[in-house]
């Protein structure tokens, strides 16, 4: 694999202006909107394999959130990365699954009210294990070269609560790279992905939900979301829902499931994309309970 650091630079002022123009036509262009079929394919089939998502990176093998964990899911065959990104107090966007660095981190306090500077300076690999001192909290995007340099897709979520002006803010970043064929957005709040439906139409969007809606496909249409990313236990209690949003065109994604048990479970339901701790040990149950897929 190329080495991913070198690829590592900061966004120049005169590009960003140009492709802040650019996501803006983009962002205007009528009748422009994002598809189930398009990045995730098509739309499974029960017992057909589902795509693999790395969640945080491969943290079976590395610190979650990391450059390291997004390298190590990308060399175990994962289709998908899934990173968690929050913003710094000076409106930065790092990747980091906490409200706090305190978990994942040498240092503590909230990741809202500490400036990109001061996020910086903090070893996040350390607590995971001594091989991995010094690896940072990465900018958004150095993990956008990540994908530039894999070719692969990512579920990207965002944390908290996004203004359409804090979604365009990242936007830049993405058309820059010429990645936005390869993001999928996600979220917990409906908020955030009314935001992010206003800044960044043509990307499609995911709303996550612990407990699935009565009406799947009418919450899924409202938020005008490709799929809906649930838990398996919220399958159980809806086992008609994958049809209802598959009948509909629409996807459904499930999380964070880590046995044999609940994949060969969730591959019965027909479900699209599983997203793991285990990555690699996916992929490799994949291959030899659908071989040749
Ligand atoms: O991909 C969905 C899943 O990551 C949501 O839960 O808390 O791990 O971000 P969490
Ligand atoms: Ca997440």
């Known amino acids: 694999m190329a080495d991913l650091r070198a690829h590592r630079h900061r966004l120049p002022a005169t590009a960003a202006a140009v492709t802040t123009a650019v996501a803006l036509v983009f962002s205007l262009l009528p009748g422009m909107t ?5 990045v995730i394919g098509p739309l499974r089939a029960p017992g057909e394999p589902a795509f693999i998502a790395a969640h945080r990176g491969d943290r079976a093998s590395a610190p979650e959130n990391t450059v ?5 899911a990308v060399s175990g065959g994962s289709d998908f990365l899934e990173a968690d990104v929050r913003r710094t107090a000076d409106g930065r966007a790092v990747v980091i699954h906490d ?5 994942t ?3 503590s306090g909230a990741v809202a ?3 990109l500077d001061e996020i910086r300076s903090l070893d996040a690999g350390s607590w995971y294990a001594p091989g991995f001192a010094g690896e940072p909290v990465p900018l958004f995007e150095e993990f956008l070269d990540v994908l530039v340099v894999a070719d692969v897709p990512a579920l990207v979520e965002l944390k908290g609560e996004w203004s359409a002006d804090e979604v365009a803010s990242i936007m830049d970043g993405i058309y820059f790279r010429g990645v936005q064929n390869l993001i999928v957005f996600a979220s917990f709040s409906p ?10 139409p043509t990307i499609p969007r995911v709303l996550i939900r612990r407990v699935l809606p009565l009406d799947p496909v009418r919450v899924a249409k409202r938020y005008d979301a490709v799929a809906l990313m649930t ?3 919220a399958l159980q209690k809806s086992p008609d829902a994958v049809a209802r949003m598959h009948d509909a065109g ?3 994604l499930l999380y964070t499931l880590n046995s044999e048990q609940r994949w060969g479970e969730a591959l019965a339901y027909g479900v699209d994309g599983i997203v793991t701790d285990k990555p690699s040990a996916l992929d490799a149950w994949i291959a030899q309970t659908a071989p040749g897929t």
């Open 191 to 200: 908020r955030t992905v009314t935001a992010l439906r206003d800044a960044a």
């Open 99 to 103: 409200a706090t660095v305190d978990r």
């Open 231 to 233: 838990r398996a236990s």
């Open 105 to 107: 981190t040498n240092g």
């Open 68 to 72: 390291a964990a997004f390298e190590a």
């Open 250 to 252: 629409l996807g459904v």
């Open 34 to 38: 994002a598809h189930a079929t398009g």
């Open 113 to 115: 009210a500490l400036t």
